[in-house]
């Protein structure tokens, strides 16, 4: 695989929060070296190192503290319900970490659960009257090959698999001859190349799919594709497929050949470094005038921001809406997480949201507060430097 993108001192984990900004600036780091497969698509980090990983009830990922995230999370349940007729089924999920999705499919359709993550929190996860449910604290692996599941899910998770063909065959094998619909949702690589996505790169996520690498990736391992779609503003892939016993070969529309990604990662290793240096001088300008700038949203993008950044004193506090998040500090560049409220007093310039799409639901909340600050998202055009930053 070519390297096409280094980066080094990037925190090893984005979402677990320190109490205290002297443990937040030491904690472990190493390096991102992307790599691009030529023959399927598939991009990696080729330094990562999953031993440096820790995956524990620390682990803070949840993105439900969004009524954005919520509307999405709950539509894309109900329309697997709908699709899928999954009424009073057996349904696994692998790596769902507080369990919100599966909790959805449960409540929703009447289903019994079975979760399995290492960093499931059983207080965080409150379980209606009549509702089958059993968590397991743990990785998935073959041990679990005897479950019955009518329908797995895995959400968000993948990419934080480096082995994804063992992986995935594993899954296919403890399936069996059962006709088991799975469902995956990862986030899309070819959004993150062509628009130049260098905050959605980090360390956990070590896998990078494509439409087209992630097709051929499930029919590789002995999936039919039964659909493949990209939702949530075209940020993320969803895959829906079930176990076949010959090879298959029809291709979805949306999946691209290698060589049309090849030319956006060609054109990424040039763009890229550009776009961070655009960033910079922009929060660099706006300290140096002495502006107040906070993040809105404590989550893998924002760690990934600053320390692709290495920003430290032009931005002094993260806000989240997470109660869990508040009072603590960033990995890598030590910045303090904040509640909303505390942006009355401390009365910012500009407000930098992580995504687009919570740009109606932050303006709502700093309306609220009485502020009127300067709001753009990291993916807004006027954010991807076509105009420049002003």
Known sequence: MRVFYSIEDIPVHNVLFLPTRKQAMAYPKDRIALGFCRSCGFIC???FDGGLLH?????EETQVFSGTFKTFQRNVVMHLIQR????????????????????????????????????YVPARSAVPTGISVEFVNDFYSEKYAGSDADFMCCVMTLEHISAV???LR????????????VFFQVPDASRIIKELVFWDIYYERCSYFSAGSLGGLFRRCGFEVLDLYRSYGDQYLMIEACPSGAPFHSVSRLEERPEELAEDVARFSLDVLKKILLWRKYLNRLSSKGRRVVLWGAGST?????????????VQYVVDTNPSKQGTFMAGTGQQV???????????DVVIAMNRLYLKEVRKDLDQAGLSPRLLALDAPRAAGKTGLA
Request: charged letters at 25%; a positive charge; one cysteine or more.
């Open 45 to 47: 980090n080729r330094a």
């Open 170 to 181: 594993r899954v296919r094998l403890s399936i069996g001859h059962r006709h088991t619909l």
């Open 165 to 167: 063909s063992d992986f």
């Open 302 to 314: 924002a760690v990934a921001f600053l320390t692709t950044l290495k920003i430290f004193r032009e």
């Open 338 to 348: 904040v509640g909303p409220d505390f942006l009355r007093s401390y009365k910012p």
């Open 55 to 59: 995956y524990s009830h620390r682990y």
């Open 84 to 119: 899928y007729a999954l009424h009073g089924k057996k349904v696994l999920e692998i790596g769902g970490g507080k369990s919100e999705f599966l909790r959805l499919l449960c409540e929703l359709g009447g289903n019994q659960r079975i979760g399995i993550d290492p960093s």
